[in-house]
């Protein structure tokens, strides 16, 4: 089974930076899609950024130009650089894995972490 684990959450001012970490474990297939959501209070789950297993990255309208996805791959983690946070950033920040032993079609398989929280201060 796919575990992930974030980490790097916090309190931070207007203006500052994070940087959170997931950290995968078990197989994970060589299509898939590693991704970072969030979850502010009262408001539905959005996607932050996601990176394919080509490299291609996607972001949300509301970060692009501040935050960066990454991978290093040796150690199967995946990383969310957050730079010029503002307090809409607030939120629970959940990494994401969708992967497929397919080459066509969906991905069958769905992993989440628990979750780590991000709070910007004004």
């Known amino acids: 089974q796919v575990q992930l684990v974030e980490s790097g959450g916090g309190l931070v001012q207007a203006g500052g930076s994070l940087r959170l970490s997931c950290v995968a474990s078990?197989?994970?297939?060589?299509?898939?899609?590693m991704g970072w959501y969030r979850q502010a209070p009262g408001k539905q789950r959005e996607l932050v950024a996601t990176?394919?297993?080509?490299?291609?990255?996607n972001y949300a309208d509301s970060v692009k130009g501040r935050f960066a996805i990454s991978r290093d791959n040796a150690n199967k983690t995946v990383y969310l650089q957050m730079n010029s946070l503002n307090p809409e950033d607030t939120a629970v920040y959940y990494c994401?894995?969708?992967?497929?032993?397919?080459?066509?079609?969906?991905?069958?398989?769905?992993?989440w972490g628990q979750g780590t929280q991000v709070t910007v201060s004004s």
């Open positions: 990176r394919t297993s080509s490299g291609t990255t």
């Open positions: 078990g197989s994970i297939y060589r299509r898939h899609i």
């Open positions: 994401n894995l969708k992967h497929s032993q397919y080459l066509l079609g969906s991905y069958e398989s769905d992993f």
